[in-house]
């Protein structure tokens, strides 16, 4: 079959046309034909070898792409996450995350979807226990997932949103999607903290879900220090590590400030939320982009292309989709 395919870790996926197809090894997978799937920060590290849940893993050739949209043998279009590869003709599946699509919703919006709503929406329900009328700052809201969180935010209720970032276009895009406050992380760390510090003691943040942690994480973490006296509870939930894997955080920061630190990602749900996320979540996002309530960019590459477009940076808030 025609696919991606790693040969050698920390290798670019190479275009073959003749990969062995995978094969159903339990009732609980079944084969499908692969139709669209996302490339994301979270394949490009697993098929690096980077990412935390590929720590000790022997390579051998493999296909990138976590997740995808496919047709069943009766030719039902359905979303579902991966047991093999996605970027290739066909791949195996696990029949407990199979999400039907509903009328109206691309491949490639399908495709693009479903990883920034778990990023999100698992972080705003689960780990944050987000209420109707809270104040929201999301950390790195110009990408695909950071736009995708502002609407989601909106959508639960959210009050007030804030969101930061470095392209200035986007971060005005963001406007239109529903955040309130805008501040860039190229301010210098002086002006930035003083901008979170104004908007937190105007509107007192009630969530940060972050995606860039590093340096940014600690200038937010700073500004929210406080005096000695009763303060805001703020809920910090880390989403990604963008810009750096650990950061400095002083004691006096969790001292001074009612501060819940969490974070959301692979390994850190359990098994009901898990059971949720695809049979409630995102199934109703799916929904909300069929009806044209969730907007969602992309743009489409085909597989023979791969090669050239595995590294390509992606700006505008668009997600990378590769077409079978």
Same mark, same amino acid.
């Given at each position: ?27 609980? +997978? ?35 792409? $976590? ?7 009766? $030719?039902?279009?359905?979303? *579902? ?109 002086? !002006? ?24 940014? *994480? ?19 939930? !880390? ?11 002083? !004691? ?10 969490? $974070? ?50 992606? +700006? $505008? ?8």
């Amino acid at each position: 079959m025609k696919a991606a395919v790693i040969f050698q870790k920390g290798e670019m996926p190479r275009y073959s046309e003749d990969f062995p197809e995978p094969i159903a090894n339990s009732e609980d +997978e079944i084969v499908i034909s692969v139709k669209a799937a996302a490339i994301k920060h979270l394949d490009k590290s697993k098929a690096s070898g980077t990412h935390y849940s590929t720590k000790g893993d022997i390579h051998k050739a493999k296909v990138p792409g $976590g997740d995808g949209v496919g047709l069943l043998a009766d $030719g039902t279009r359905v979303f *579902a996450l991966g047991v093999s590869g996605m970027v290739a003709e066909k791949a195996t599946i696990e029949k407990n995350t199979i999400i039907q699509l509903p009328n109206g919703i691309s491949d490639d919006v399908a495709a693009a979807l479903p990883n920034a709503v778990a990023g999100s929406a698992m972080a705003f329900r689960y780990r944050e226990g987000m209420k109707g009328g809270e104040t929201v700052l999301i950390n790195g809201a110009t990408g695909f997932t950071g736009g995708i969180a502002v609407q989601i935010a909106k959508h639960y209720g959210a009050k007030k949103i804030i969101a930061t970032g470095r392209n200035e276009q986007s971060l005005q895009s963001l406007l239109q999607l529903g955040a309130d406050e805008i501040v860039s992380t190229k301010l210098d760390d002086e !002006s930035f903290i003083a901008q979170i510090k104004q908007l937190h003691n105007h509107t007192p943040i009630d969530i940060i879900i972050d995606y860039l942690w590093g340096h940014t *994480a600690e200038l937010i973490l700073d500004a929210l220090k406080g005096k000695g006296s009763v303060s805001h509870k703020t809920r910090f939930v !880390s989403i990604g590590a963008i810009t750096g894997d650990k950061i400095q955080l002083s !004691s006096e920061i969790l001292r001074s400030v009612n501060l819940q630190l969490s $974070g959301s990602g692979l390994g850190s749900w359990s098994k009901e939320e898990m059971q949720k996320l695809f049979t409630q979540i995102i199934p109703e996002m799916f929904q909300l982009a069929a009806d044209g309530k969730l907007k969602v960019e992309t743009i489409t590459v085909p597989l023979k292309e791969i090669e050239k477009l595995w590294e390509m940076e992606v +700006e $505008g808030g668009r997600r990378l989709v590769v077409i079978m």
